[in-house]
């Protein structure tokens, strides 16, 4: 629920309340001017009824719209958020080039030309102070639900699927809230992570028949515990363990490769063993003494036995 207000705006100081006014000078009654006046904060208090089942974001373009921050609820489970035109206890400009609801409108237009996703209302207020109308009384965004520090996202309006819709044109509320807890690698999320978690989840489970998911909400992310001591102590042996393989695979490798080294060097001196006696072989072949090759020489007779010389007449 969006709830804008541009006008006049008085806080009375003593009873802490602001009131909403057609004219805030006295002497002005033409018309309602005079009687034309509402008490903010309770309205407030309806809107925080738990009958009002959505989020709500108010924008009051007006004086002192601020001052409504030294009061707040206390209701979870939806977002209620105020964007404020003006600090506490400080005015704010006119209708014209210098309002805040013009340098709202600038802001949105270049918002929606550069973003195709939803915009947060923090990611609205920074844009409308950058306006530099607005650099002496910049606008204020408050959360109105102390237990709630969540933004509002905006959107452009999409035509609703008719599966989900009521005959009256809106949607079913939700009838329970299913808490998951997901277990993630860092101890927080940024803003880009968080939206696009949300996203991916509403895209595929929003329109499932058969989980029939109507809203998604980001509730809250805390760091892990730490792990308990028997946790711990099973985590080191499963370390350790593993290590030992590492080890144990490692030495096998080392062997295998030492095995092999062996057997080539073994290999290598049995060829070098085996080359060395060819080639003495060899070498002894061709030093034979003559004697010996004469004796071995086919073509060439053996010599004659020596004759004695006492058988000689």
Not at 13 to 35: C, H, M, R, W
Not at 274 to 297: F, H, M, V
Request: charged residues 30%; aromatic residues 8%; glycine residues 6%.
């Amino acid at each position: 629920m969006i709830i804008y207000y541009t006008g006049h705006g008085v806080f009375k100081e003593d009873k802490k309340y602001l009131e909403l006014t057609a004219s805030i000078n006295p002497t002005v009654q033409t018309g309602f001017s005079g009687d034309a006046r509402a008490n903010w904060n309770k309205v407030e208090e309806k809107l925080r009824d738990e009958e009002v089942e959505g989020d709500v974001l108010t924008i009051l373009d007006t004086c002192y719209a601020s001052n409504l921050v030294k009061k707040s609820g206390k209701q979870e489970g939806k977002k209620f958020e105020l964007i404020a035109a003006s600090p506490i206890d400080q005015t704010t400009a006119s209708p014209g080039d210098f309002s805040f609801t013009r340098a709202l409108i600038d802001g949105l237009k270049e918002l929606l030309d550069e973003h195709k996703d939803p915009i947060s209302t923090w990611r609205i207020v920074q844009r409308t102070n950058l306006n530099k109308n607005r650099s002496d009384t910049p606008a204020q965004l408050w959360g109105r639900e102390q237990h709630n520090e969540h933004h509002i996202f905006l959107a452009p309006l999409k035509p609703h699927k008719p599966d989900i819709m009521q005959p009256s044109g809106f949607r079913h509320s939700p009838g329970g809230y299913l808490t998951l807890r997901f277990g993630l690698r860092d101890a927080y999320l940024n803003k880009e992570q968080i939206e696009y978690m949300t996203k991916t989840l509403s895209n595929a489970l929003f329109n499932k028949h058969m989980v029939g998911l109507r809203k998604v909400e980001w509730m809250d992310m805390r760091p892990a515990p730490p792990i308990p001591r028997l946790d711990r102590v099973a985590l080191v042996m499963y370390a350790v363990t593993q290590w030992k393989k590492v080890i144990s695979s490692r030495k096998q490798d080392r062997e295998s490769q030492r095995q092999s080294l062996d057997e080539m060097s073994f290999s290598e001196a049995m060829e070098s063993t085996s080359t060395a006696s060819q080639k003495r072989a060899r070498e002894d072949g061709d030093e034979l003494p003559d004697a010996k090759r004469r004796y071995l020489d086919p073509a060439q007779p053996p010599p004659s036995p020596p004759v004695s010389d006492s058988c000689v007449d």
